[in-house]
């Protein structure tokens, strides 16, 4: 089968989806996709409008899952997303930003999980963003109303892409770019998931802010530092329940090419109830790619987040992840980096030029034994109840990803769980774990 030609540079379908930029298109002769019609439609001096869209099926089964605390679906079941967005520039300063989400579930015993699985039709994003200052070497724009948020490695603030239903902000932010520095800057408020039709919100109880600054001027690396709010009521650890507010300050080093690293720290600081949180997370990751038969990228990473030490203080040390890319543990998202240690070592090969295939072994610990286990949202999934045992398992996996061609896409994602002591001891879980999920893609 003939190799799939690399598409054209601007010809992109980016993540967050409100970067596609498609003007290269108001030239006729580049005009070659099916798609370019409505990528980009002129109906004014300056004025444009571009719509896409997403639709992706994915079916997942697993084998005794969450430790066999979740009802088993043993037949597996469906999850279908579908999107659909406007990007309408009124000239050069003002541009709105529409997107429109439609997610479903068949086949789950038990029903949807709540907030990832359903949400039959509602506004995904929807943002007026004005270009206040542009320049040759300064650009400065506000963004105002539902949005996605994503900065940085993904730690802190990603996109929720593994789960069916996708997250977005309701707030203001600002970007302004000059020269080699970026910064981001905003106040939001997280908007709930409910399953119905144009009935999501901004979460009331749940307030977001931050800042965050990136400066690629060193000759091969690029530095961020970052600092970011978060008040949430009735917010529940191990520990109990009470309302959190933390600050987060943070600093990353990172590079990409032949040889790449990405190392970041963080602390975190604040009130939990009547007590402080002192917490922490460092992270150290580095890959090698080689030239040659399948271009092999060898990857290491380490990443340790604390927990909490002492039940009976009113202090927490429990790290708190915010809004964490599920790619800490897989697609299939089976523990946070909470009160975790994590040792992943990977090998990325690349038989053709449209095929990856991506094989790992991660080993966890929990970093303090008087702290439970926790999932990606930073949801407590096995209290530690005094039960002994730092090793918490690991988890060979899998991913192949094929990219057919620029709008189509499929993936395969394998995942076998190997308990430790401490989830034989807390949940009788002897029983082995494993998840498997393919899915495809469709953008346009």
Known sequence: MAQTPTPDPARRYPLPTYDENWQFLSDPSQRTDRWDVVKYMRFGDGMFASFGGEARETYERFGNQDFGLNVPSPNGYLLQRYLLHADIHLGSHLRLWTELNS????????GPQPVVDVDKLDLHQGFVELGLIQRARVNVSVRTGRQEIAVGSGRLYALREGPNVPMSFDGVRAIAQTGAWRLDAWAARPVTTTPGIFDDSSHRQFSVWGAYITWTGLEHASVD????????????????????????????????????????????????????????????????????????????????????????????????????????????????????????????????????????????????????????????????????????????????????????????????????????????????????????????
């Open 225 to 444: 530092a970052y600092y970011l709010g978060w008040d949430l009521q009735n917010a529940s650890f191990d520990k109990g329940v009470a309302n959190e507010l933390r600050h987060t300050v943070g600093a990353r080093l990172w590079r990409n090419g032949v040889w790449a690293y990405n190392f970041e720290g963080m602390y975190q600081f604040g009130r939990f109830g009547a007590g402080d949180i002192r917490a922490w997370r460092v992270v150290a990751e580095a890959s090698r790619g080689f030239a040659g038969r399948w271009n092999p990228r060898v990857r290491i990473d380490f990443d340790v987040a604390s927990g909490d030490r002492n039940r009976s203080s009113p202090n927490l040390g429990t790290f708190n992840s915010f809004f964490q890319s599920g790619e800490y543990s897989g697609r299939a998202q089976l523990l946070g980096p909470s009160n975790s240690i994590r040792l992943e070592p990977t090998l990325t090969l690349a038989p053709r030029r449209n095929v990856s295939v991506s094989t790992g072994w991660g080993f966890y610990w929990r970093e303090s034994e008087q702290d439970g286990l926790y999932g990606i949202p930073g949801n407590l999934i096995i209290p530690s109840n005094g039960v002994p045992g730092q090793y918490e398992g690991s988890r060979p996996i899998v991913e192949v990803a094929w990219t057919l061609n620029p709008h189509l896409s499929v993936h395969l994602n394998y995942i076998f769980v190997f308990n430790g002591r401490f989830e034989e001891r807390s949940v009788d879980a002897t029983t082995t774990e494993s998840y498997i999920s393919p899915w495809i893609t469709y953008r346009f």
């Open 103 to 110: 997610s479903f579930e068949n086949g789950r015993v038990g």
